[in-house]
Every structure is written in C-alpha cells, then in structure tokens.
C-alpha cells in the first residue's frame, strides 16, 4: 500500500517531535512530570518566540505576547500535585492554574533572554522559579505562599518587587494558612514531617515584610503600571497573603488582568481594571507588583 504525501508529512512531523523530546529531555534528578501534548505546546511555543523578531521585543512585549499565546488555555487546579508521596517537577502546559501559568510565561521569557530553546533550559528554569533556591528538594521546597514566590525570586536577580516604589505600604502578616488548614492539602494529610516543614518555613518567612498597595491607591498608581507587571492580588484571610495572580495588560491606559480565571475558567483579559476587580471583592484587599528583570 502507497503511502500519501500527506500521510508522510504527518509521519514525519510525529518522528521529528519524537526525536527532538528525547535530544532535549534532560537528566534531572528528580521525576518530570509532561504529557505528550505539553511538550507538542512547548515546541510549538518554542518555535514561535525563539525567533530574532521576538528576542529583540522588550520584557514587557514578549512576556505579553507569551501570556497571549495562552489565551483560552482551560483553568484547572492542583495540576502539580500528582503524588503525594514525592515532589515533582510538573510541566502542564493545557492546564493551568493562575500560579502555574505565570510560572510558565516566565520560564520560557527566561529561555529567551538565555538564548537556550531546549526543554532542558525550560525545565531548568521552571525549577528556578518554582523552588526555593531554584531547587526541588521535597513538597515544602515549593514556593507555596507567593509572597515567598516573589521575594525568593528577586533574591536570584529574576525579578524586582516594585510596591514599595509605587506608594505601598508594608503587610506585616503572620502566615499559616496551610498548616492550620492542613487537610485541604494532600500533601499535608499524607507527611508528618511535610506538615513540619511547612510550619518551619511559616515561622521563617513571617511575619512578612513586603510591600502591597490597598485597594484604595491601586487606581492612582496606574501609570506606574507597565505591560508584563507581575500583579499579586493580596487578601484579608487570615494567615494567607495572595489568593490570585497575574499579568498587567494596558488598555485604554488603565491596568487589566492577564490571568487563568476562576470565574471564566481559562486563561482570559479581564473587562474590569485590576481597581474595579479588587475593589468589588470582599476578600481581596490590595496587589503586590513585581517586574522581571531584563
């Protein structure tokens, strides 16, 4: 039986994607977690901003244009806990969370500015973002609290928390949100000794000293909002700082949210400014910005 010149190209697209997955997958101690078509988006994605055109855009630009390739992407929660008996390094590019799909755009953002296009150098900088230290090293080792998120990442040069600059005032919030809702945490449930480390490292990082802007002054500080700000929207619960994430996007010169919504279930722009989103939700009481060193 002949086969098609279609059938053949389609032959030759699946063994090309067979062949690069396995060059490029690397040898990290511990277990990766990626499906087949998260790695057919990686080298999709890779091959769309790993282009001269793309490199040269500013940090603002090309985190915009990544976070925009996610568009519609389904919202789903807990795509990184898979096992409750080790930590993974998950890699879930048609699922996201709001967390993992900031993680994601800054991941490939960073393979960009290193000049590196392989699954090894995303890999790496996942694990740099996502880990303490930019290190797996357990369940606890993940950067759980997102405050912690930010001020471990600015000690590694990635990004700089700008609140502070912008008019914000310190949170000075005792955290324990996890370890005083232990069972809604698997991981929690299943480890003693995750448990332990979790309150170890609340006792560590609290009480917080970042800076976040109330509700009240967000809309003032627009203009010192760019395209491709990380925005942190902080909360009144007690013992947690951050319930949701996302990026700045300018329209019409006012800041709206780049984010995966719990409300439209997928990775959308918001139709409110991130004022009018905080604003008129009674648990949200200020946002955090950060921006992603060049």
Request: aromatic share 8%; with cysteine; charged share 25%.
């Amino acid at each position: 039986m002949r086969i098609s010149i279609l059938n053949k190209k389609v032959i030759v697209k699946q063994l090309l994607l067979w062949i690069i997955t396995l060059l490029t997958f690397p040898t990290f101690a511990q277990k990766i977690v990626c499906d087949k078509i998260s790695k057919e988006l990686f080298l999709e994605k890779q091959h769309t901003f790993h282009k001269k055109e793309i490199v040269q855009l500013s940090v603002s630009e090309r985190v915009i244009a990544i976070a925009k390739s996610f568009m519609d992407t389904e919202y789903v929660a807990k795509t990184l806990d898979v096992d409750t008996s080790a930590e993974n390094l998950v890699v879930a590019l048609n699922k996201v969370d709001c967390t993992t799909f900031l993680e994601y755009v800054v991941a490939l953002n960073y393979t960009i500015q290193q000049e590196d296009s392989t699954f090894n150098a995303f890999l790496e900088a996942l694990e740099k973002f996502r880990y303490r230290d930019g290190a797996v090293e357990g369940y606890a080792s993940r950067l759980h609290y997102f405050s912690e998120w930010l001020q471990d990442n600015e000690k590694k040069g990635l990004l700089h928390i700008i609140s502070k600059e912008l008019g914000g005032v310190p949170m000075n919030k005792q955290l324990n949100f996890m370890s005083t809702h232990a069972k809604s945490y698997p991981q929690l449930v299943a480890s003693k000794e995750n448990q332990k480390q979790i309150e170890n490292i609340e006792q560590q990082i609290s009480p917080q000293e970042i800076y976040f802007l109330p509700q009240t002054k967000i809309a003032d500080v627009d203009n010192g909002i760019r395209d491709g700000d990380l925005i942190a929207l902080s909360t009144s619960i007690n013992g947690l700082d951050v319930v949701h994430v996302g990026f700045a996007i300018k329209i019409n010169n006012k800041a709206h949210l780049l984010h995966a919504s719990t409300t439209g279930m997928k990775v959308e722009i918001s139709a409110k400014t991130i004022a009018e989103m905080v604003n008129a939700n009674k648990i949200q009481n200020g946002i955090v910005v950060a921006r992603l060193t060049d």
